[in-house]
């Protein structure tokens, strides 16, 4: 899916940095090196890779990681020493001289792609590259909210964006349609581009599945893949959750 919207995913959260204070601060405590599974472009990579951590990215759409790898192209050499960059699925990946990660971060709603199984997989995975006294981050939208989504299934307005490189005119129109019995959302984003002369509108239409798990059910798999969980909050401002919060973080850490 990111293999076709890449582009647009990029300027739809071209102002999304309201995680990297909290993503900061979780690194500057950790002991040793920054895993992200699922990086894309390499939003949080870069800033973390300035702050002076050693930080890999893993990601399986190519697009994205071209893009990323561009983006570091343009870092000082000595930045770009502190970022490595992997292609692979974040529920198997394998990485070269089996590194211990201080830190391992599952961005930005990046959980919802992954199913159960896949899930357990992916904490599985990462408990295996945790360092000692490695530490799990998961941020997620509140699943109230998600759970709360009209079953419609009407098109709607989300955004109107301009590509600043292109001057391309970007229509973001998205239709949800809510399982609440499979606890999945399921989501058509539509992006219509005109370029700036005007012609034909060029359509790309992309289909996600969002897996939205309660606190309890994921507080079961983090202790079925052999987590503990330290701290569960409800913003970036680490107040604790509740079902009014914006969204749903998680601090694990392996079980001794």
Same mark, same amino acid.
């Given at each position: 899916?990111?293999?076709?919207?890449?582009?647009?995913? =990029?300027?739809? %959260?071209?102002?999304l940095d309201d995680d990297l204070p909290l993503v900061?601060?979780?690194?500057?405590?950790?002991?040793?090196?920054?895993? +992200?599974?699922?990086?894309?472009?390499? @939003?949080?990579?870069?800033?973390?890779?300035?702050?002076?951590?050693?930080?890999?990215?893993?990601?399986?759409?190519? +697009?994205?990681? =071209?893009?990323?790898?561009?983006?570091?192209?343009?870092?000082?050499?000595?930045?770009?020493?502190?970022?490595?960059?992997?292609?692979?699925?974040?529920?198997?990946?394998?990485?070269? +001289?089996?590194?211990?990660?201080?830190?391992?971060? /599952?961005?930005? &709603?990046?959980?919802? %792609?992954?199913?159960?199984?896949?899930?357990?997989?992916?904490? @599985? @995975?990462?408990?295996?590259?945790?360092?000692? &006294?490695?530490?799990?981050?998961?941020?997620?939208?509140?699943?109230?909210?998600?759970? #709360?989504?009209?079953?419609?299934?009407?098109? #709607?307005?989300?955004?109107?964006?301009?590509?600043? !490189?292109?001057?391309?005119?970007?229509?973001?129109?998205? #239709?949800?349609?809510?399982?609440?019995?499979?606890?999945?959302?399921?989501?058509?984003w539509i992006y219509d581009v005109s370029a700036p002369?005007?012609?034909?509108?060029?359509?790309?239409?992309?289909?996600? /599945?969002? %897996?939205?798990?309660?606190?309890?059910?994921? !507080?079961? $798999?983090?202790?079925?893949?052999?987590?503990? $969980?330290?701290?569960?909050?409800?913003?970036?401002?680490?107040?604790?959750?509740?079902?009014? #919060?914006?969204?749903?973080?998680?601090?694990?850490?392996?079980?001794?």
């Amino acid at each position: 899916m990111y293999d076709q919207i890449a582009r647009f995913y =990029d300027l739809t %959260h071209a102002n999304l940095d309201d995680d990297l204070p909290l993503v900061l601060q979780l690194a500057a405590q950790a002991d040793g090196p920054i895993l +992200e599974l699922g990086c894309g472009s390499g @939003r949080l990579l870069l800033p973390l890779a300035r702050a002076g951590h050693t930080v890999t990215g893993v990601d399986l759409s190519t +697009e994205m990681l =071209d893009r990323a790898r561009a983006r570091v192209g343009q870092l000082d050499t000595a930045v770009q020493q502190h970022i490595t960059l992997h292609q692979a699925d974040m529920t198997t990946f394998a990485l070269p +001289e089996n590194p211990k990660f201080g830190l391992a971060i /599952v961005p930005y &709603n990046t959980l919802f %792609h992954l199913d159960t199984a896949q899930a357990v997989a992916l904490l @599985r @995975r990462v408990k295996t590259v945790l360092g000692g &006294n490695g530490r799990l981050f998961i941020d997620i939208a509140n699943p109230v909210d998600i759970a #709360s989504t009209p079953e419609d299934a009407l098109l #709607s307005l989300e955004n109107v964006l301009t590509d600043p !490189e292109t001057g391309e005119l970007i229509v973001h129109l998205a #239709s949800n349609r809510l399982n609440t019995a499979s606890q999945t959302l399921h989501i058509t984003w539509i992006y219509d581009v005109s370029a700036p002369n005007g012609g034909p509108v060029h359509r790309t239409v992309a289909h996600g /599945v969002y %897996h939205y798990r309660y606190p309890h059910q994921l !507080e079961l $798999l983090l202790q079925d893949a052999g987590f503990k $969980l330290l701290h569960l909050w409800g913003d970036y401002d680490q107040s604790p959750y509740d079902e009014t #919060s914006d969204r749903l973080l998680v601090l694990a850490a392996k079980k001794e």
